[in-house]
Structure formats: C-alpha cells, structure tokens
C-alpha cells in the first residue's frame, strides 16, 4: 500500500549535489537560490548540507577538512558516516554544468513531501473539534499553498549593459502615448502626471467616507479590464466593504450613463436599455472578477485571487488587483500581541509583496484620520490612517478630496510619486451614475514650484 512507502526522495540528486558542492565550491551561489539544506531527505546529507552553508556565510573555505571539522564541532560527523561519507561524495564525479537541475530536484520532491505532510495533518484534524470551519479551511488552504510555494523568483538580477539594451528597445517600440508607462486610469489628467499605474507598484487611494473612493475605483478598474484583456491578464476586485451586487450597479451606472438609483429601483425608462445593453455587451467578456468576502486577511485574498484567476477563460495572469479598503483586512485569530498600527502595516506590506510577485499594480484603498473628517480640509499624507506603513510602502498616493460639502466637485490629489511630479486633477462627480469626469482646467503641474507637499497643502 502505499502508505507503507518511503516518501518521495532522491539520495543520488542529493549526493550529486553535495559533490559537486565539495569539489567546486562557487557553485554554491547556484545551489542557494533553489533548494536550503532543510529540503534534503537524508539526515546524513542535510548535516552535510548544513555544514557547507555555515562554512560559506562564515566566508572560510570549503573541503572535505573543512566540512569534517564544522561537524565533529557540531557532533554530527559520526552520525553522516564520519570521514569516509565525505571522501565519497568527495570521489565522485559530478557535472557542475547539472547542479542546478540536481538541487531543483532536491527542492521539488521535498515540496512534495511538505504537501504529503499537509494533507495528512488536515487529515487528522478534520476528525477533531474544528472549531469556526471556516477559519479552519482558510488555514488548511493557507498550509497547503505555503508547502506548494516554490522559492525560486527567477532571475532578479541584470548588469547594467543588459538593462539598459532592454531599455533601448524598449524606447525604439512603437506605438502608445509617448507619456504612458503603465495601465491607464481613463482619468486623462491622472494619468498626465502618473503615465499610468505601473507593474509592481501598490498605489494608496484614500478619502473621507461617502467622497467617492470606490466610485473611483471601480471605474479605474472597468476602464484597464479591455486593456488587460489583450495582453492576456485579468482584473480582481477585493470589495471588504460592499457587496458584490451593489458595485455590479455601481460599474453599470458608470459604464451606461444611466442613473444609479433607476438601476437599484428598477425604474429604468425606455431611453435606458439601448445604453443598459451596450454597457452588458461590454462586460460580457471582460476579465473581471468581484469577490466581496468580508474580513479578510493577506493570504485569503492571495487565495481568492487565484481562484479568480482560474474562474476566467484560459486562466489569465492578474494585472491589476484592488482592494477596497485597507483597515477592513483582519488577521485570521486575531492579531496577537501586535498593535493596530503594527497590523496594519503588515497588510500594507503583503499587498506591496502581492504587487511585486505578481508584477501588476496594486490599488489599496485606505480611510483617513477621522481629524481631517471633521476640519473638511484637503489631506495631507499624515492623514493616512493608523499606520505610516501606508505612506512608506506606496509608489503613490491619491487622495479624493471634496472641497464643497454640498457640491459635486472633487479634486484627485496626487500627494506621493515616488519617481514624477505630484498635482491636482479638477474633476466633477455625475452624481447619478456615480462617475468622474475630468474638468477641462485641470492643475496636473501645480505643484512643481513647491518642494514640500505638507507646506502646500496646509
């Protein structure tokens, strides 16, 4: 049967790994990147293993002399074999051409055994007191996608004679706004001073409640979905807040021109379903999904991003990815003994690493102090909400201010690009199909005769 075999393993990769290891030392730096002594199945070998990486952290040379010493200090030389173990990994003759393959090998089957290991402990558990289920299933998911992480990231290294052919090329292709770097928003002035939302980047889009943070949102979203849809990417949706129906109401109105409230009602008009229709056809094959799971933390939503991802035709890769809004996202069991602030800006942090794993941008919507609530002024980046993580961690931030409490106006606040001038983009509100629309003086460049954002916006 087969839990009565061994599990998976592979002596001879290892052993071919630890031998080339011994006798070409600098191979290490091939070795490192793909598999830790950790993963190795044989005691014997990961002792071995163990000592070769010890000896190269600590900068000393690497033989077979050096390797016994480090563990008859350790008390580990008698338990590989003792010397002769050594001087017959030493004795082989392996292909310093194949390491890389041996010790992805060594990784790959020791992933395997960590998702062996997994399922049978959600095994045994599912037997037992369980508890809130949910919570359950979400940290078996979260044990089985950590034993299924491979460490490699490929390569993230380039000289700079490569990255700057890359950058020539780059700049010779055609077509494209010549100011557009990344994603665009549809807010032509937003993406003026942006050049559009930038793979690997995490931008902060924050306001009072009720100004129109999600509006906003979601309309980036609906506008960059097409965009992604040739390229073969996809768009997720994180709504912590609101419900899945209402933002499908909110994307209708928006894409439509129709009224928000006839949506909702029902009280459409004649006049409304040539529109309603097109804005459906629209969206009829748009890479786009909600999911409007409340309280949730960094890894369900890594979780329901993939599944999302697998929910859309081919599989696409995320291209843009929203999360709406920063302080809903909990951490499941609580947070321990760390403060809010601290919580906080581990969300902060985890949504800046999805944006880079994933190479898309990352929007997190984010609240503000309730003392800029209350003065009604234009906000400034201190205002961010419980943690300075929010600031330190965006490529930019955006803020939604409302200058007149009873009027539809609304100025987009570039308060942080971290590499391109900060502005003011003038847009109105249509307060009936909750969308933004650019005035025609807009003050993308206002900005740069200041050299403190604090100083000009108090």
């Known amino acids: 049967m087969a839990r009565d075999l061994p599990p998976p393993h592979d002596l001879d990769a290892e052993a071919a790994v630890l031998s080339t290891l011994l006798l070409y030392p600098e191979s290490l730096a091939d070795v490192e990147p793909v598999c830790t002594p950790s993963e190795f199945y044989s005691t014997a070998n990961r002792r071995v293993a163990e000592a070769l990486w010890a000896l190269d952290e600590a900068g000393e040379s690497i033989d077979v002399a050096t390797v016994a010493h480090r563990l008859r200090d350790s008390g580990h030389l008698d338990q590989v074999g003792g010397t002769p173990y050594l001087a017959q990994l030493s004795d082989a003759t392996p292909s310093v051409a194949h390491v890389e393959t041996h010790a992805r090998i060594v990784s790959d089957l020791a992933r395997v055994r960590a998702v062996q290991a997994v399922c049978a402990q959600v095994r045994a558990e599912a037997y037992g007191e369980l508890g809130d289920v949910s919570e359950w299933i979400a940290g078996a998911e979260k044990r089985l996608l950590d034993a299924t992480e ?30 557009m770097l990344g994603l665009p928003t549809g807010i032509p002035g937003l993406d003026r001073i942006l050049g559009g939302l930038l793979d690997g980047c995490q931008y902060v889009l924050a306001a ?7 509006a906003l949102a979601s309309q980036i979203v609906c506008h960059a979905a097409p965009t992604l849809a040739e390229s073969g990417r996809a768009a997720f949706f994180a709504s912590l807040e609101m419900p899945r129906e209402q933002l499908v109401q909110r994307c209708l109105a928006q894409q439509s021109g129709v009224s928000l409230s006839a949506i909702r009602f029902k ?51 995320p291209g843009l990815i929203v999360v709406d809004y920063l302080q809903l996202m909990t951490t499941p069991g ?101 969308r933004l629309y ?11 005769e200041f050299d403190d954002y604090g100083e000009r916006m108090n």
């Open 334 to 434: 609580g947070r321990g003994k760390r403060s809010r602030e601290e919580e906080v800006a581990s969300f902060s942090g985890a949504l800046l690493s999805l944006a880079k794993e994933y190479r898309c941008p990352v929007i997190a919507l984010s609240q503000l102090n309730r003392e800029t609530s209350r003065q009604k002024r234009r906000p400034t980046l201190s205002d961010l909400r419980e943690s300075g993580a929010i600031e330190q961690d965006a490529y930019g931030v955006i803020f939604l201010h409302k200058p007149d409490d009873e009027g539809l106006e609304r100025e987009i606040v570039v308060a942080k690009h971290r590499n391109g001038s900060e502005g003011i983009v003038d847009a109105r509100l249509m307060g009936d199909c909750v």
């Open 208 to 214: 009072r409640p009720g100004v129109g943070k999600t």
């Open 267 to 317: 009280r459409i008009g004649p006049e409304d379903w040539q529109p309603l229709a097109t804005a459906m056809s629209d969206f009829e094959h748009m890479p786009l999904v909600i999911d409007d799971k409340p309280a949730q933390g960094p890894h369900q939503i890594k979780s329901a991003l993939r599944r999302a991802m697998r929910r859309l035709p081919g599989t696409p890769a």
């Open 150 to 179: 491979s460490r490699e990231t490929g390569d993230t290294q380039t000289t700079i004679r490569d990255g700057v052919a890359i950058e020539h090329e780059r700049l010779r292709e055609p077509g494209g706004a010549a100011d």
């Open 438 to 448: 650019e005035k025609e003086q807009s003050r993308g460049e206002e900005f740069d």
